[in-house]
Structure formats: structure tokens, C-alpha cells
T-cell receptor, first 110, second 111 residues
Framework: GQNIDQPTEMTATEGAIVQINCTYQ??????LFWYQQHAGEAPTFLSYNVLDGLEEKGRFSSFLSRSKGYSYLLLKELQMKDSASYLC???????????FGGGTRLMVKP | GAGVSQSPSNKVTEKGKDVELRCDPISGHTALYWYRQSLGQGLEFLIY????????KSGLPSDRFSAERTGGSVSTLTIQRTQQEDSAVYLCASTVGWEQYFGPGTRLTVT
């Protein structure tokens, strides 16, 4: 079966750092994705991890531990525009279809 | 360049009617996926097309749902005899590699 868990909501302050965790138990694994989705809009790609370790891209970093079934998305120097839902997704070994967690709604406050 | 487009953006239909949702993928993208996002829930995989291969229909929730992809490009998702639980945002994504590019979605409301 597929099970991907992430917190439902988080709140953080502008300029701060926030870490969004994701744990997964899936029957197959090809890689782990993080997407950002603003209300009423399509998800947009943030990061992709296939090997263990940290991938850094500007203010956003993503970490993966395959042995622990664990990933996190780290957002630094938070801006108001970072208020959105952050979706953790695992891609299947064949077909690459994505299985998504429920998403974490992040609210950034002044 | 143009991204993934979907039409209509919004569709309101009466229970029991059939609906067709359209997806125009990014030109040259060989793989196309349909997902749906119900209120308060995560995205759920529905169906996957790769080139000329038979589609992977493993995510379709019932036989009322079907999809086709003509000429390896445009795809249509059809829902027959719609039910209220079909109300959701239906998202299409296309890819040529590992990154899936999502369209804006069609918001379907069944009354």
C-alpha cells in the first residue's frame, strides 16, 4: 500500500526558517518530489530527491533518507508569498505516477 | 513556451449527466497523467499514458471513468453518469523526463 504523511498546517513568521516533514511507506520508490500549490492554482515543482542527502536550491532545500522513509523541505528567509500548500509526493518505479500526501498548508505571518 | 492547458476551467453539471474534460499537454511531452484533487484531500492518480503504449488505468475509481489520448497529444477524460462524489479539481500533467508539469485544472461541480 501507499501511505504518505505530512502535517496538515504550519505557521511561521516572515524572515524565519521552517521545516516541513514527510514520512512515507510505499510499495515502490523511484524518487521523492516536493511541489508548491497556491490556492486555486496548479502545483509547481520545487525539488526532486532520488538519493539520500540534501538538495539545495536557493531558499529551498530538500532532504531524503530512503532507509527511514523520511524527507523534509526547508524554507529559509520566509516571505509572505511562500504562504501556500506544500505537497510531498513519491514516484512509482514504473510509470513515474505520483502518490501525494495530503499537503501541508503553510501560513507566513508578518 | 506554452504550458499544459485544460478546458473548461470550471464545469457545473447535474447528477447523472456525462462530462468531458480536455487536456493539451506541452508539445513533445510523451507522457500524460490525470489526477484529481477532492476538497481537503491530496492529489489522487487516475490514469497514465506513455507514447503509444496501453494506458495504465489502475487509478480510475470506477468504470464510469475513461480517458483517451488521440495522436499522442490531446487527452480527454470522460465521466459518465456523474455523481456528487465526482466533484473535484481534475488536473492533467505532462512530462518528457521526471518532472511533471501540471495544468491549471478543471473544477467539476456535480449538483
Amino acid at each position: 500500500g501507499q501511505n504518505i504523511d505530512q502535517p496538515t498546517e504550519m505557521t511561521a513568521t516572515e524572515g524565519a526558517i521552517v521545516q516541513i516533514n514527510c514520512t512515507y511507506q510505499t510499495s515502490g520508490f523511484n524518487g521523492l518530489f516536493w511541489y508548491q500549490q497556491h490556492a486555486g492554482e496548479a502545483p509547481t515543482f520545487l525539488s526532486y530527491n532520488v538519493l539520500d542527502g540534501l538538495e539545495e536550491k536557493g531558499r529551498f532545500s530538500s532532504f531524503l533518507s530512503r532507509s527511514k522513509g523520511y524527507s523534509y523541505l526547508l524554507l529559509k528567509e520566509l516571505q509572505m508569498k511562500d504562504s501556500a500548500s506544500y505537497l510531498c509526493a513519491v514516484s512509482a518505479p514504473t510509470g513515474n505516477m505520483l502518490t501525494f500526501g495530503g499537503g501541508t498548508r503553510l501560513m507566513v505571518k508578518p | 513556451g506554452a504550458g499544459v492547458s485544460q478546458s473548461p476551467s470550471n464545469k457545473v453539471t447535474e447528477k447523472g449527466k456525462d462530462v468531458e474534460l480536455r487536456c493539451d499537454p506541452i508539445s513533445g511531452h510523451t507522457a500524460l497523467y490525470w489526477y484529481r484533487q477532492s476538497l481537503g484531500q491530496g492529489l489522487e492518480f487516475l490514469i497514465y499514458f506513455q507514447g503509444n503504449s496501453a494506458p495504465d488505468k489502475s487509478g480510475l475509481p470506477s468504470d464510469r471513468f475513461s480517458a483517451e489520448r488521440t495522436g499522442g497529444s490531446v487527452s480527454t477524460l470522460t465521466i459518465q453518469r456523474t455523481q456528487q462524489e465526482d466533484s473535484a479539481v481534475y488536473l492533467c500533467a505532462s512530462t518528457v523526463g521526471w518532472e511533471q508539469y501540471f495544468g491549471p485544472g478543471t473544477r467539476l461541480t456535480v449538483t
